[in-house]
């Protein structure tokens, strides 16, 4: 009887001990994987280059949870969005100014518009700058944003190399030229990263009827920004989509021509989202909205119309803040190149760069030359020699090149001491008030149209 009351008492003991043990924790769940294609968010200050890995964004946040980003500095605002701003070089000058005028610093994270929207959803990020128009309205729908405010447009390109196997260039719509592509089946690089370039390019697919596959050989993803597709495109000698401010950014490293511009389908429309605080009421309402009144400003608005206008000779971006959406692109968008006033931008290797318009270089000393046109012959020409313009802008003791480039991306390479060489050569003033390159003696292909930017290297 002894020993069965000690066993009782043992047992007894035992239970009790484990019911006083902490309970195990549970082996934790790893995160969402990164799709092997994507490429992780970057946080970035306004004006460094992407370094820090931005904070990952919850795949389904649970309505009126704190937000997992944590909120240390009430100066500090997270702005999400898409690469063109960043890549484009807008962000280079427009944050610097808002952060001086208005005592916050910016952590920017430049990912698609899809990636963006879903760092709002998710309470990741205080404010929104994206560029897909669809996406956003969900968005608005499920209550995740507030003062969605118009902001600016530009235009998407089918740009592609120039020996143009799909035989597109020139074609009037984006969706000719997709199926003109798929029927040739000629390389195609998609971003294929949810961004607002990556929905224009999936809905330019739909209408033409047509559901290209990674398993199809001809189309490829990236699951990369603008920038980075663009140099896979060009290094494949393949077309795609893209914005026409990236383009213009990084058209000088890249062997891609446009192709195809001014469809309607092609416009590419931004907004300024505020994420809402109701869902999230960790994030920074006073720094987002204080950003967001920033880009419809007068003066940024006056900042983004001057963007790229000295360096490209046409406007990257067009300022709409105030506008009526629904008449933004009336026919051909009005962010094609003829929207901008004529202009001539010499850059590279010169003491001063310099940019004139077509009234400006009317002012300097105009020569009349005959010479003999490609499949035109012998005409009078009339512009501003080469030589008089170097002399302004003083080309380096080493140049060796001299890029000439047409508002529609084609270029043309020519020796620097050919240039220097051709007494005759100009910038010539043609009819319809535009510029062009007048090479007296030299190939036809050295004469570029629609003159906007000569650089020396």
Avoid at 148 to 155: A, G, K, T
Avoid at 411 to 432: K, L, P, R
């Amino acid at each position: 009887m002894r020993t069965k009351l000690l066993s009782l008492a043992l047992l007894a003991a035992v239970v009790l001990a484990a019911c006083a043990a902490p309970t195990a924790a549970p082996t934790p769940v790893p995160p969402t994987a990164v799709p092997p294609t994507a490429v992780p968010a970057t946080a970035v200050p306004a004006t460094a280059s992407p370094a820090t890995a931005a904070p990952a964004a919850a795949a389904s946040p649970v309505p009126g949870t704190p937000t997992s980003v944590t909120r240390t500095n009430p100066k500090e605002i997270i702005l999400a969005t898409t690469t063109s701003t960043r890549d484009s070089g807008l962000l280079d000058v427009l944050l610097p100014v808002f952060e001086q005028n208005s005592g916050y610093t910016v952590k920017m994270v430049a990912v698609g518009s899809g990636q963006a929207l879903a760092m709002g959803q998710a309470g990741n990020a205080d404010v929104l700058l994206v560029h897909s128009p669809a996406a956003e309205l969900k968005y608005m729908a499920g209550g995740y944003g507030i003062n969605r405010l118009l902001v600016m447009h530009n235009d998407f390109l089918i740009v592609g190399p120039s020996d143009d196997p799909a035989k597109i260039k020139g074609l009037k719509t984006a969706v000719e030229a997709f199926k003109a592509i798929a029927a040739a089946q000629a390389t195609f690089v998609s971003r294929g990263d949810a961004s607002g370039t990556n929905a224009a390019e999936l809905a330019i697919w739909k209408s033409a009827a047509i559901t290209p596959t990674q398993q199809s050989s001809w189309y490829l993803e990236t699951g990369q920004g603008m920038g980075d597709t663009l140099n896979v495109t060009s290094e494949k000698g393949a077309y795609t989509l893209t914005d026409r401010a990236t383009y213009l950014a990084q058209q000088s490293h890249l062997q891609l021509d446009i192709m195809v511009q001014g469809d309607i389908s092609l416009l590419n429309i931004y907004h300024v989202i505020q994420v809402n605080p109701d869902k999230w009421p960790l994030v920074n309402q006073a720094g987002a909205k204080a950003f967001s009144d920033f880009m419809v400003s007068p003066a940024t608005q006056d900042l983004i119309s001057k963007f790229g206008v000295d360096k490209y000779g046409q406007q990257l971006f067009f300022a709409d803040a105030g506008k009526d959406e629904s008449t933004l692109g009336g026919g051909a968008p009005s962010s094609t190149p003829s929207a901008a006033p004529a202009s001539l931008t010499i850059t590279g290797q010169v003491t001063k760069g310099q940019t004139w318009t077509v009234d400006d270089l009317k002012k300097l000393t105009p020569a009349t030359v005959n010479m003999d046109v490609p499949k035109q012959g012998k005409q009078d020409v009339t512009g501003v020699r080469l030589s008089d313009l170097f002399a302004l802008v003083q080309p380096g003791a080493t140049a060796a090149t001299v890029t000439f480039t047409g508002s529609d991306g084609y270029s043309a390479d020519v020796a620097f001491s050919d240039v220097t060489g051709c007494a005759d050569c100009m910038v010539a003033f043609d009819s319809s008030g535009g510029l062009y390159s007048a090479m007296a003696g030299m190939p036809g292909k050295s004469w570029v149209k629609s003159l906007v930017k000569i650089e020396i290297k």
